[in-house]
């Protein structure tokens, strides 16, 4: 469908971070945190990753509101032994948390040439690949990893055991390429099934199984108790294990069944924990180099001759890339569903509403 | 099939040890040497990854013979920077070369908290698993990432460009409990594939797609040109091609279709390239504590409730922990094919082939 029959319009990002930066400082944040915030939230949206952007100011308001979330946050190194540093987040917006812990990742991997960060007590901190980019920008090789609520089955089981715990590797190279896979280790990122039910689609087999453990097609077969599915079967689910080993074990923090639900844990904080690498290419080969050989792969790659009906092959990040392009000119679509409720948030903030920049048609 | 009606025998464990052990001091390798290459490639059988056990073998010693692997390689650390090592192979037996790379690797991590490790000029070094478990078996969490010769399909495409470069992660635990995720970053290992044409069976679809890039449930459309499909589609072709940098380009060693392949490229060393990361758990969270929630959280994926007609849910690690324990035991089974391949072998180089130990039935 078109992204006017879906009731689609676009909005200048400028605008969008504007509006979600008034947004958060309506209900106490500070201004550089909100400003922040908005920008990573909006810049999801930017790469055309909807499902971890602007769509989720409604529920960072809310649960600032209820002071599950806390908008002044002491935010503090509580462990720095050179290579290692383990960030303390005291419940803050998963923004404000991470800003400290990849500036402490990548000022540590440039000194030493290696730093492993480990986050606990924090909450949702929007895409894996906004803070993984910042490390590979620097000409570090980045790796980001979060933990989450449990919404995925282990392998044969069909109770909600893991989170959506995502891989994220970004690798140091000079424009246009940007290299950077951020992958979800199940079949699907929650947001997906929540679209398909908002359209009253039906969602592909084997993303997921209702609460018997059946596959269905069913979104409600999933929201009614069900689980997605890990990616690949029992290596998404030993990934998504690891992943939360990383991220919430290592980190002192909350692992599987105790994550909260940003949705549905509506009485206590999340407890979301990270864990962030950066290794500074340069210790091992010289960074031209690196992003030399780096640059001839991806186009070695993408010159393989394609299978029937492909058009055209790509490198992990040449979409969003590509969909940054776009919308940087011509703005982000918000759904209508999307602009309803962003114009429900505005009038109860007393805030303005932007106005989209295309022609209805 | 039983073993039986598949020809399979029992060996001693121990017998196959000293039989590759002599099989390759007999093509010049020295003794210690010999004994940690046969004791690595014993240990997948042990552990039930027969495709990467006692049935390489034959290829090790026949390109030991052709002087492809250097059978008194000169291995050594070309770059020490604290946390950051890189070893020249000389083409050595890949064991051989990641003795010396695992060795640093730990060295480093407890006295720095962190060590990466690149390799290039590596041969084939057996299971993953083998090389990260000497890390988390020291109480460090250890990765494990190798490159090989292009056998996997882009997503989209229909040529041979990536491999199925493995991730694996070890995770140190407490016995009964070892952690160990090794996973190849294709639908299935190309040993999978060569068994299936062996046995005159088809493969599944989904495996493998012909050289015009449609899929096949032949074996022979793979082996004719065609290519092994990514993981999960475009999640797998992405995690690949960054073990590839991470293993290849980052240790300045061959990547992609520069790789050898140690079965059809007999004119050449391979030159593949390894990477190791070791953690010092210790230094984030005190280890016990660490143990005891990865325990914790084992016991509880164990306990999920099953899909219909799930009999057991397993951690990773849990399979080849139980079939060490058969095989501890009751011996590793060989297929008739493979005890034919090293009677071959051992009649040639002139040394003993160890006796099975079961009674033929």
């Known amino acids: 469908m078109s992204e006017s029959a879906l009731g689609q319009r676009r909005f200048a990002p400028d605008r969008l971070i504007e509006f979600a930066s008034a947004a958060l400082m309506a209900v106490k944040v500070p201004e550089s945190d909100a400003q922040l915030t908005a920008e990573s939230l909006v810049s999801a949206n930017l790469r055309g990753v909807d499902t971890h952007g602007i769509t989720r100011l409604p529920i960072y308001v809310h649960r600032l509101q209820q002071g599950l979330v ?58 894996q690949a906004y803070w993984a980019l910042r490390g590979s920008r620097a000409g570090l090789l980045t790796f980001a990893f979060t933990n989450g ?42 947001g997906h099934i929540l679209l398909a039910k ?6 592909p087999e084997g993303w997921v199984i209702d609460k018997e453990g059946n596959s269905t097609t069913d979104p409600d077969g999933y929201f009614d108790g069900g689980s997605i599915l890990p990616l690949g079967g029992y290596k998404g689910a030993g990934l998504s294990l690891i992943v939360d080993v990383l991220a919430g074990i290592l980190s002192g923090g909350a692992s599987t069944v105790d994550v909260g639900s940003m949705y549905w844990d509506l009485d206590r904080p999340q407890d979301v924990g990270h864990a962030f690498l950066a290794i500074d290419v340069e210790r091992l080969i010289p960074l031209a180099t690196f992003k030399s050989r780096v640059a001839a792969t991806l186009a070695g790659m993408r010159a393989v001759d394609r299978r029937p009906g492909v058009d055209c092959i790509y490198a992990p990040g040449d979409i969003e890339r590509d969909a940054e392009n776009d919308r940087r000119s011509n703005g982000c679509p918000l759904t209508r569903d999307l602009i309803r409720d962003l114009g429900n948030l505005a009038e109860g903030l007393n805030v303005p509403m932007p106005k989209p920049i295309d022609t209805e048609r």
Request: hydrophobic share 35%.
């Open 70 to 127: 806390n908008a002044s946050p002491n935010v503090r190194v509580i462990s720095d032994k050179t290579t290692t540093v383990v960030i303390e987040g005291d419940a803050g917006l998963g923004q404000v948390v991470c800003d400290l812990a990849m500036t402490e990742t990548i000022n540590h991997a440039r000194e030493h040439g290696l730093c492993w960060t480990g986050v606990r007590n924090s909450t949702h901190n929007g895409t």
């Open 198 to 203: 908002s359209q009253g689609e039906s969602i």
């Open 149 to 190: 609520e449990a919404i995925v089955a282990p392998w044969g089981g069909r109770e909600r055991f893991l989170s959506t715990n995502p891989v994220c590797v970004a690798v140091p190279t000079d424009p246009p390429d940007e290299l950077v896979l951020d992958m979800a280790t199940s079949q699907v990122a929650g």
